[in-house]
């Protein structure tokens, strides 16, 4: 999995530094395990705080409008971190006019997925809620003393994402992940059409 370089922190921290920017949105530790809270860095020392592994769901593009909005002269200059799904609702908020590409500086993250605490649950058998002690090493996803292949608790969207790399970026960091292209991008909905009325209404209960 990817992490935070050092060189991508130095370059977040000389925009904020330098008045480039003046918030920066990103990912830090959070309280609930495996999954990571956003983060606005607004002076450099606090760019430790900033994270990068598999627990950083969140799409922090729904930030921008809000933020830019907000401040003197226009609204603030904001960086911010996507991966490469987020990256499309970067897109989309530029062409509707939401966002202003002069004032926003662009972390790009490789991401090869993120991963589903609720898939680690049914792995385990506990609801998720349960889980404590839980984090990410490397490939893996340790919960106790059980390991898990982190590729095999990934969202499943992650697993049918066709931009894991970004499309949009001042800077980039990662791996580069090869999107293959699907042979039935709709599989997800056909699995869902096939069931019975009675299994369709289980699944809707489950995901409530």
């Given at each position: 999995?990817?992490?935070?370089?050092?060189?991508i922190r130095k370059q977040i921290a000389t925009?904020?530094?330098?008045?480039?920017?003046?918030?920066?949105?990103?990912?830090?530790?959070?309280?609930v395990p495996?999954?990571?809270?956003?983060?606005?860095?607004?002076?450099p020392e606090e760019v430790e705080r900033l994270i990068w592994d598999a627990s950083c769901e969140n799409n922090l593009a729904a930030f921008l409008p809000t933020l830019m909005r907000q401040g003197p002269g226009g609204g603030?200059?904001?960086?911010?971190?996507?991966?490469?799904?987020?990256?499309?609702?970067?897109?989309g908020l530029l062409q509707e006019g939401q966002v202003q590409r002069e004032r926003l500086h662009i972390v790009g993250v490789r991401c090869p997925g993120?991963?589903?605490?609720?898939?680690?649950?049914?792995?385990?058998?506990?609801?998720?809620?349960?889980?404590?002690?839980?984090?990410?090493?490397?490939d893996e996803v340790v919960v106790g003393s059980v390991r898990l292949a982190l590729a095999e608790v990934l969202?499943?969207?992650?697993?049918?994402?066709?931009?894991?790399?970004p499309n949009?970026?001042?800077?980039?960091?990662?791996?580069?992940?090869t999107d293959e292209p699907l042979e039935d991008p709709f599989a997800h909905v056909h699995a869902i059409e096939a069931l019975s009325d009675d299994e369709r209404?289980?699944?809707?209960?489950?995901?409530?």
């Open positions: 999995m990817n992490v935070l370089s050092e060189e925009w904020l530094a330098n008045g480039e920017i003046d918030v920066f949105i990103g990912y830090e530790r959070g309280t495996l999954r990571a809270t956003p983060a606005f860095i607004r002076t603030q200059k904001v960086g911010v971190m996507v991966k490469g799904c987020d990256a499309r609702a970067v897109v993120v991963v589903d605490v609720r898939q680690v649950a049914e792995r385990l058998r506990v609801p998720a809620d349960d889980i404590e002690d839980a984090h990410i090493e490397g969202h499943r969207v992650c697993r049918t994402c066709t931009q894991h790399n949009i970026y001042d800077v980039v960091f990662g791996d580069e992940v209404w289980q699944r809707f209960e489950q995901e409530l």
